[in-house]
């Protein structure tokens, strides 16, 4: 759940004053972060890839019991809501067009389409601003969205002679197309649970939240779950509501355009976008956008089909684009370069010999440069490997997320010299050392002598790590009301006089004390009373936009390359399905390949380094198939032999079963970060030095998904695609298909 030293604090505390009840809903009771044994936590088995008809089940009992906060989702605007006391609002009183023969169908009826006169109103960024058409709830007649502050919830009826309904009105429906005890089957989540944790979430008002993190979203639905957590939280108004859902710690420009230096600011920024380029993992654009659909459609061709899918809603995608660089499509990628990732092991599916056979192969990818401190399953098929630092060794402004809910940013920055080898001008090797070498040797705009400008408007060079980060905790020195410089004996103190002449060098005289203010305690935080107001509101930036999405046009007009099929743009229960939307029991029997996979982190490894750690191996050297009681009981499985779990296409993945309690039925678990390749397990030879690799590395499974059966080897016979959520394009790690055996 929160593993977090903070939250983790804050959390326990709660829990032993009674002040604090947590429902946790995951396939595998692990790790000892979350047990039952402690009081106010209640683990629930839920099924892989059903975390969305679990939601959707607490919606349909929300609405059927009405203990919704019909005040918070009608507000219209942030504007409204604001001023009724909430902190977002949402889109469940926009109407949507339903009329399948109209032009606009599955859209967000606009001004035009209700045949209303809207003056043209543009953002501050000069972008007009779109006006939507609600029923607005004081008069009952159609209004823009922005002309009203309430909204109709539930409206079905004709505006300007189209049909339409409310976004809230659909996701009524589509929560609805399951019973109760079909997603107590679907999930294996008793409907007294469902119906328990539906009352009770809605009996405490806007303190409450849904904790969903990429393990919950990792599968072919993944985005339903996503979609089902917004809805729950913005149902009840949780959203930037103290208590409730608040997001992302907010925080002062640090790496972009700051009080002091403009770092996001770049003279001669090449004019690329995806107006006139396409991402190499084929997301972010519509197929039927590309420059390839229209000319193969202005050839003759009646509508074409893609080589691999494309991805309208996603963002860029490391899995993606490794799948894109192999299959030399939508284009050949002629260098690849590689920072700090090991997507071939990441990629369920991706570690397979084809895969690995055309990274190699210079026809297939002439040029691979990894930058990186381990050579891991990835970084040992490049052509070059350039040294990296160690976190210890480099600099970072993350911001703290959800473990942290004020104001403020983290600090990293070298508190030792790095390891990796010493250029000639003193510099190390590092990854923004090589990027900083290529971009000049190059003539690339952002890099090199006046790179950086500051607020008053002296140019700065940008070569190195520090050049660039330390003008970042300038900024963060800067913000807001100044720091004070640090005191001389508190910089002695913690030696921090000692630091490199490069550091000093990256800002004026006059920062540089505030700067090391800044480093002596790892980053700034302002109050809480900050960002948190009387009222439960967040009290910094819950003016600006926040609105949650009821409806999803851009989900709902989306098309599916290959099927022509559209999901509904509200929350609904999508069975796990292959690319083209068919769901994966049209192709293979539940019956015979009955059970799911998840993986959850363990303790003892990660992706990377704890498995060279012989301390970590002594506690734990390999993982295990973790099996429910009965489904083993069933299938003659005793704890300690040897298994395989084998997916319709023959995948296999070979290992220790581990009968135990605490794991959901028709589904097995793995730990994450086992059976590696690399990263110690093998002899690696560089420049003719060898280093012995130590099998025990190796030790343990990891989930061997299969490929997507309709793409692979349909669309063409050397196509390589793995299972992948639709929207977002990111690989389903979680659920499959399954049967498991003896060895």
Known sequence: ???????????????????????????????????????????????????????????????????????????????????????????????????????????????????????????????????????????????????????????????????????????????????????????????????????????????????????????????????????????????????????????????????????????????????????????????????????????????????MPWFANGAASDSQALLSIVNKYPYQAKILTSFMCNTIQATPGAMRDEVVERLCDPEVLPLHIVCDVFVGEHAQYADYIVPDVTPYESFGLPTTGTTFTGYGTTVRWQVKEPESMKLDDGRHASWETFLADVAEACGLPGWGEGAIKDVDGKAWPLRDAADFYLKAVANLAYAEEPVADIDAREAQLQGLDELPDSFKAAVSDEEWPKVQNVLSRGGRYWPMSYVHDADGRRSRGYKDENQAYFYSEKRATNKNCYSGKQLPGTLRYNPETFTDLSPMEDHFSREEYPFGASEHKPRFRSISMLSNSPVMRDLCSHNYIELNREDAAELGIKDGDKVRAITPLGDVSEGIAMVRAGQTKGAFALAFGYEHQNYGAQDIEVDGQTTKGDPAIAAGVRIHQMLDPTVTGVTGDDVISIIAENDAASPGRCGGMFKIEKA
């Not at 947590?22 to 009081?39: E, F, K, M, Q, W």
């Not at 507000?75 to 909430?86: I, P, R």
């Not at 009524?172 to 989540?189: F, P, Q, R």
């Not at 700051?258 to 920024?269: D, N, Q």
Request: net charge neutral; hydrophobic share 35%; glycine share 10%.
């Open 1 to 307: 759940m929160i593993n977090f030293q903070s939250s983790g604090k804050r959390t326990l505390k709660n829990l032993a004053a009674g002040k604090l009840k947590i429902d946790v809903l995951d396939c595998t009771l692990a790790n000892g972060s979350v047990t039952p044994t402690i009081p106010g936590i209640n683990w629930i088995p839920i099924k892989p890839a059903t975390n969305a008809a679990f939601c959707a089940a607490l919606v349909q009992k929300i609405i059927a019991d009405k203990t919704y906060n019909a005040d918070a989702i009608s507000f219209t605007t942030q504007k409204a809501a604001v001023e009724g006391g909430y902190g977002a609002y949402t889109n469940a009183t926009y109407l949507v067009i339903v009329d399948e023969n109209h032009p606009n169908y599955r859209k967000l009826m606009r001004a035009a389409d209700a045949g209303i006169d809207a003056p043209e109103e543009k953002d501050k960024d000069g972008k007009a601003v779109e006006q939507y058409v609600v029923i607005d709830a004081a008069t009952g007649q159609p209004a823009l969205h922005s002309a009203c502050s309430k909204g109709t919830l539930e409206y079905e009826g004709e505006v300007n002679g189209v049909k339409v309904r409310t976004g809230f009105s659909l996701l009524t429906e589509t929560v609805n197309e399951y019973t109760m005890d079909e997603y107590a089957e679907i999930t294996g989540v008793p409907v007294e649970d469902l119906e328990r944790i539906a009352k009770e979430y809605t009996s405490h008002g806007t303190r409450v939240g849904i904790c969903h993190k990429g393990g919950s979203a990792a599968s072919v639905n993944g985005i339903d779950t996503v979609m089902g957590a917004a809805v729950l939280h913005a149902i009840v108004g949780a959203n930037q509501m103290i208590g409730g859902n608040a997001p992302n710690s907010p925080a002062p420009a640090t790496a972009g355009n700051g009080a002091r230096y403009k770092l996001g600011a770049i003279e001669g920024k090449p004019d690329v976008s995806t107006k006139n380029a396409c991402y190499i993992s084929r997301t972010v654009k519509a197929w039927e956008k590309t420059d390839e659909y229209k000319n193969r459609v202005a050839a003759g061709e009646k509508d074409p089909k893609p080589l």
